[in-house]
């Protein structure tokens, strides 16, 4: 039979895997997922220290942390195309394998600017295992399972997203900054051979269907732009210059934007954008992870600079967050369902945004424990907002285009985590000292503006 553009080809009858290898399958997904979440966050208490071993400033080492973030947002949505094209498995495979070799060449990076190419290129790799893990999910897990496998995916990487810190403090308490990266290594031998021998390939494929350079290279500019016209200005350039790269943004981005939209299977899922639920949901979920990076790099700064902690006692302050994120996750879990969405992301944000305003007005005198229950209160609230607002982003979308929404979704953390330690850095070009103080402030202004458009979404109908 002739086949046309658009044709689905392969085994529709896929049901996912069944014991035990979805278990060792359900592994790997989260030991890659993990491990490239993690290395968005655990050099945040480390850059203080790694700042000072490299001789540069606190506004300059943000790089070490928005050039790994940066490649992965102007990469993920090609390579989810690729995936699609090519095999998730394989697509998740490479960027295993790539994460895993550029984080040895991050532990034995002895130059600021050595170590930030090495992040480059742990980007690249923590892009591949991003653009695929929801579809792998999806694949992997039965139909009638799937939103247990979805929740957990979420989970994990809420998980991973604040318990950075308290790894880098138990690492730093007893080696240094180098061994960060040196511990994903063994990590990531391990999960590349349970990748090649437990995950399954793609079940079908679109036959007719090519992958689009012009699209990958429009997406990355696109996405490069936005964040570079942040950090020029958040770093002093000279305002002509900055003007000039905001203007080739919006250039590129309508040119992106319009070719997107005349595409069958577009880079952009603006068919899912469109549904109301959907596009809100994306847009507390970039608030609340803009807010959540600027506690997480500015937070540090403050504790070590202006109340003189060691890197340890700023890593066990911070543990603070992902401790009470595990107790208060469940709870959200299991109150979806029985309370709107909406309601349980706004009360979760309302938190994030009254912990930060206190850390923001910390008295000098400050005891421990005035530290540790408000970042507790932050994670409590991050956890009580997540679970939800993922579920309902992708309860949102229709059954076939769960593997779009999970990018979307992957999408919105990496723009409000990147776009938050850019902040941090303006705010160290302004501010100075003060810095950490105005930037934990603005998160709680933006947390505020998360809670009124969490609170609008429960004027639309319930998802369940």
Same mark, same amino acid.
């Given at each position: 039979? +002739? +086949?046309?553009?658009?044709?689905?080809?392969?085994?529709?009858?896929?049901?996912?895997?069944?014991?035990?290898?979805?278990?060792?399958?359900?592994?790997?997904?989260?030991?890659? /997922?993990?491990?490239?979440?993690?290395?968005?966050?655990?050099?945040?208490?480390?850059?203080?220290?790694?700042?000072?071993?490299?001789?540069?400033?606190?506004?300059?080492?943000? @790089?070490?942390?928005?050039?790994?973030?940066?490649?992965?947002?102007?990469?993920?949505?090609?390579?989810?195309?690729?995936?699609?094209?090519?095999?998730?498995?394989?697509?998740?495979?490479?960027?295993?394998?790539?994460?895993?070799?550029?984080?040895?060449?991050?532990?034995?990076?002895?130059?600021?600017?050595?170590?930030?190419?090495?992040?480059?290129?742990?980007?690249?790799?923590?892009?591949?295992?991003?653009?695929?893990?929801?579809?792998?999910?999806?694949?992997?897990?039965?139909?009638?399972?799937?939103?247990?496998?979805?929740?957990?995916?979420?989970?994990?990487?809420?998980?991973?997203?604040?318990?950075?810190?308290?790894?880098?403090?138990?690492?730093?308490?007893?080696?240094? @900054?180098? @061994?960060?990266?040196?511990?994903?290594?063994?990590?990531?031998?391990?999960? @590349?051979?349970?990748?090649?021998?437990?995950?399954?390939?793609?079940?079908?494929?679109?036959?007719?269907?090519?992958?689009?350079?012009?699209?990958?290279?429009?997406?990355?500019?696109?996405?490069?732009?936005?964040?570079?016209?942040?950090?020029?200005?958040?770093?002093? /350039?000279?305002?002509?210059?900055?003007?000039?790269?905001?203007?080739?943004?919006?250039?590129?981005?309508?040119?992106?934007?319009?070719?997107?939209?005349?595409?069958?299977?577009?880079?952009?899922?603006?068919?899912? /954008?469109?549904?109301?639920?959907? %596009?809100?949901?994306?847009?507390?979920?970039?608030?609340?992870?803009?807010?959540?990076?600027?506690?997480?790099?500015?937070?540090?700064?403050?504790?070590?600079?202006?109340?003189?902690?060691?890197?340890?006692?700023?890593?066990?302050?911070?543990?603070?967050?992902?401790?009470?994120?595990?107790?208060?996750?469940?709870?959200?879990?299991?109150?979806?369902?029985?309370?709107?969405?909406?309601?349980?992301?706004?009360?979760?944000?309302?938190?994030?945004?009254?912990?930060?305003?206190?850390?923001?007005?910390?008295?000098?005198?400050?005891?421990?424990?005035?530290?540790?229950?408000?970042?507790?209160?932050?994670?409590?609230?991050?956890?009580?907002?997540?679970?939800?607002?993922?579920?309902?982003?992708?309860?949102?979308?229709?059954?076939?285009?769960?593997?779009?929404?999970?990018?979307?979704?992957?999408?919105?953390?990496?723009?409000?985590?990147?776009?938050?330690?850019?902040?941090?850095?303006?705010?160290?070009?302004?501010?100075?000292?003060?810095?950490?103080?105005?930037?934990?402030?603005?998160?709680?202004?933006?947390?505020?503006?998360?809670?009124?458009? %969490?609170?609008?979404?429960?004027?639309?109908?319930?998802?369940?």
């Amino acid at each position: 039979m +002739q +086949q046309t553009k658009g044709t689905v080809a392969g085994d529709l009858e896929w049901d996912g895997l069944h014991r035990p290898r979805i278990y060792y399958a359900v592994i790997t997904t989260f030991c890659g /997922l993990f491990l490239s979440v993690l290395d968005g966050t655990i050099c945040n208490v480390a850059l203080p220290t790694i700042a000072l071993r490299l001789d540069i400033s606190p506004s300059d080492s943000i @790089w070490i942390v928005n050039a790994f973030q940066l490649v992965i947002m102007m990469l993920l949505l090609p390579f989810s195309s690729l995936g699609e094209l090519y095999g998730y498995k394989r697509v998740y495979l490479y960027g295993v394998a790539v994460f895993t070799l550029s984080s040895f060449c991050c532990a034995l990076s002895h130059t600021f600017h050595v170590l930030v190419a090495s992040r480059v290129l742990q980007g690249i790799g923590a892009a591949m295992i991003m653009s695929v893990n929801t579809s792998l999910i999806r694949i992997i897990y039965p139909k009638k399972h799937l939103g247990k496998g979805v929740g957990l995916n979420a989970t994990v990487v809420a998980i991973a997203s604040v318990t950075g810190p308290s790894l880098a403090a138990a690492i730093l308490s007893v080696t240094t @900054w180098e @061994w960060l990266f040196a511990i994903n290594i063994p990590i990531g031998i391990v999960t @590349w051979f349970m990748g090649r021998r437990f995950l399954p390939d793609n079940p079908t494929k679109v036959i007719g269907r090519h992958f689009n350079w012009a699209d990958t290279v429009l997406n990355a500019a696109t996405f490069g732009l936005m964040i570079g016209c942040i950090e020029a200005y958040s770093h002093g /350039l000279d305002w002509h210059k900055i003007l000039i790269a905001v203007a080739v943004f919006f250039l590129v981005g309508a040119v992106y934007v319009r070719t997107q939209l005349a595409k069958e299977y577009p880079m952009l899922p603006f068919d899912l /954008l469109r549904i109301p639920m959907f %596009s809100m949901s994306v847009g507390t979920s970039i608030l609340s992870f803009t807010v959540q990076q600027l506690l997480m790099v500015s937070l540090p700064f403050m504790l070590m600079h202006n109340y003189g902690y060691d890197a340890v006692g700023t890593g066990l302050i911070m543990t603070a967050s992902p401790v009470a994120i595990m107790f208060v996750a469940p709870m959200a879990g299991w109150m979806i369902g029985k309370v709107h969405p909406g309601l349980l992301g706004g009360i979760g944000i309302s938190l994030m945004c009254a912990a930060c305003m206190l850390l923001s007005f910390m008295p000098q005198d400050a005891s421990h424990f005035g530290f540790v229950w408000r970042v507790m209160l932050f994670g409590a609230g991050f956890g009580l907002f997540q679970s939800p607002n993922n579920h309902i982003l992708l309860s949102s979308a229709p059954p076939h285009r769960t593997g779009s929404a999970g990018g979307m979704l992957a999408s919105a953390r990496l723009i409000g985590q990147t776009t938050g330690a850019a902040l941090v850095a303006m705010m160290f070009n302004f501010f100075d000292s003060s810095a950490p103080h105005k930037a934990l402030l603005l998160g709680g202004l933006l947390a505020l503006c998360g809670a009124c458009l %969490s609170s609008l979404r429960l004027k639309i109908r319930k998802i369940n």
